[in-house]
């Protein structure tokens, strides 16, 4: 269900072009159509995953895969770009909701030892999801159009929604939070290692997410290498961030802790980032840097997921935790891009100023796992 959830996402990608055209989008028009799913997700987070421990976790994902479904049809019959930025929101809450609300059942249903390995599998799901995305999409849209994806799309939703309705029933329902929704938000709010986790999430996104935005560019304009191949260079690095995921999951398994392997993720991504961002070394050696730090840096996302059941104050509260943690990471997804621009724009032009980015960003995640290690789960 994560991996259809964030395929709703990324279907946009290569079907922009096409609705620019069509509805004679400028370029801030179609980035803003693009950008704002991080927007709505960077501040929905924990309100979101409060709603799921209020509402009732099974309940809330009927709904949000409903609402995904409705939009992605609805959206495909629609001429005016204002009623897809309406739609393209109440997407975005709906994809927030599942993406909170999701984990927790898994953590629920899942005992003491599976649950690191849960989430560490859970936590590929949106490089999946990508990755589905970006191979199945052109296949509609250079034989059907964009309207037929979307409405494909929404199927495949219905699909998940009816899967969930077979085989979930209400004894899956993780307990429901009887306190107020601000309350229960505010109980969050005062978790150190809510903070901790977000932030961790954050520093990670803030480094990966404008490497992958403007990789293709960089390869382009500074390497003379062919857009579709760029292409594939850059979703083939998406995927190869699984592994780090699944790999998350199993070692905190067998007992690592969660701030060590923060630590960790923090120290390989800003010593690969020296070599990445070093013009002395080969294009093929930066290369496989690059894939080594994505599918490594991969560890962090898994680790931060599988630690939210651990240290979230009750089973009843784990999806609003889930939230502040998802915020955190929207929040890098949306500024990483900005800032690495700002700085080769403003400062440099030379890319090599990136390195200043990921080493000040890898520095705050190490410092995060280290005070992470300080905090004791309020639940054990």
Request: contains cysteine.
């Amino acid at each position: 269900m994560g991996i259809v959830a964030a395929a709703q996402i990324y279907k946009l990608s290569p079907a922009l072009p096409l609705i620019r055209h069509e509805l004679a989008l400028n370029m801030v028009q179609g980035g803003w159509l693009f950008s704002l799913i991080n927007l709505t997700t960077m501040v929905t987070g924990i309100i979101a995953g409060g709603f799921a421990d209020r509402f009732g976790h099974r309940r809330t994902i009927i709904l949000s895969l409903g609402l995904m479904a409705f939009t992605a049809g609805l959206s495909s019959m629609m001429h005016s770009y204002h009623w897809l930025m309406v739609l393209r929101f109440i997407e975005g809450v709906a994809f927030m909701t599942a993406a909170v609300t999701l984990p927790t059942l898994i953590a629920h249903t899942a005992n003491d030892r599976q649950r690191p390995l849960a989430m560490g599998l859970w936590s590929c799901y949106i490089p999946m999801g990508a990755a589905v995305a970006l191979l199945a999409s052109p296949i509609l849209l250079e034989n059907y159009g964009w309207r037929i994806l979307w409405q494909f799309s929404a199927l495949s939703v219905v699909l998940m929604l009816l899967a969930f309705l077979l085989f979930f029933r209400d004894n899956i329902e993780a307990r429901t939070n009887t306190t107020s929704l601000l309350q229960n938000i505010h109980d969050i709010l005062r978790q150190p290692a809510a903070w901790l986790l977000a932030i961790s999430f954050g520093c990670y996104t803030i480094t990966q997410s404008p490497l992958l935005a403007w990789l293709p560019s960089f390869l382009v304009e500074e390497r003379g290498i062919g857009l579709p191949l760029a292409g594939a260079i850059t979703a083939m690095i998406i995927v190869s961030n699984i592994f780090g995921g699944l790999l998350a999951g199993t070692i905190a398994s067998k007992g690592f802790p969660y701030w060590a392997i923060i630590c960790f993720s923090a120290l390989l991504i800003a010593a690969t980032s020296l070599g990445i961002f070093n013009d002395q070394l080969s294009d093929e050696f930066r290369l496989a840097l690059l894939f080594t730090q994505s599918a490594l840096g991969g560890l962090l996302p898994g680790t931060v997921l599988a630690a939210v059941p651990h240290f979230s104050p009750s089973p009843a509260q784990t999806a609003t935790m889930n939230g502040i943690a998802v915020q955190g990471a929207q929040a890098g997804h949306f500024l990483g891009p900005l800032i690495l621009a700002s700085l080769i724009s403003h400062i440099s032009s030379d890319w090599n100023i990136a390195i200043w980015h990921f080493l000040t960003a890898t520095a705050i995640l190490f410092v995060c796992g280290i005070l992470l290690k300080r905090q004791q789960p309020t639940n054990k």
